[in-house]
């Protein structure tokens, strides 16, 4: 649920970024970032490992502007894409106020793609979200490549 705080007239909104590794998560992160104006954005945190992958997450912080006498922030994160990071991708997950699954559009991917989606339903269950109820976005990268997995199998299996 979006942070609120009434004195000082912020709402702040957390949207989560998650897939499987290497689908595209933290590349989206830095692409928002060089988008944006500098006076919109904070800056880009990464923990990364020795090969730059992310190790517990990456976080963007927005600023969205105002609605009536509010100022929005927007909290981007990814979580990391190896499951076996499980504990982080749980941590990252909680309080999040809206997801974008992001999947890797590779036929040899397919397997990934889904267990990820997967393990996304069920930590959300573990935090008590229904899947079915928090806002949730797919984004299907890397669509410009070869041997793809067709937008509709997407659809149907996720």
């Known amino acids: 649920m979006a942070f609120v705080n009434h004195v000082t007239k ?3 909104i957390k949207i989560v970024y998650y897939g499987a590794g290497l689908s595209g998560k933290t590349t989206n992160l830095r692409y928002i970032y060089g988008k944006l104006d500098q006076s919109a954005r904070g800056d880009l945190v990464s ?4 090969t730059e992958r992310t190790y517990f997450f990456d976080l963007l912080p927005v600023k969205a502007g105002l609605i009536k006498d509010y100022m929005v922030h927007f909290q981007l994160m990814t979580v990391p894409g190896q499951i076996f990071y499980e504990a982080s991708r ?3 997950l909680r309080g999040s106020d809206g997801v974008i699954f992001v999947a ?11 267990e ?3 393990n996304l ?11 079915n109820e928090i806002p949730l976005v797919f984004q299907y990268n890397k669509r410009d490549l070869d041997n793809l997995i067709p937008v509709e199998t997407f659809n ?3």
């Open 104 to 114: 890797d559009s590779q036929i040899p991917l397919l397997d990934a793609n889904l």
């Open 116 to 118: 990820s989606f997967d």
């Open 90 to 92: 749980k941590n990252v």
């Open 156 to 158: 149907r299996l996720l």
């Open 10 to 12: 912020n709402l702040a």
């Open 121 to 131: 339903r069920r930590n959300l269950l573990v935090l008590d979200l229904d899947i």
């Open 47 to 50: 923990l990364e490992t020795d």
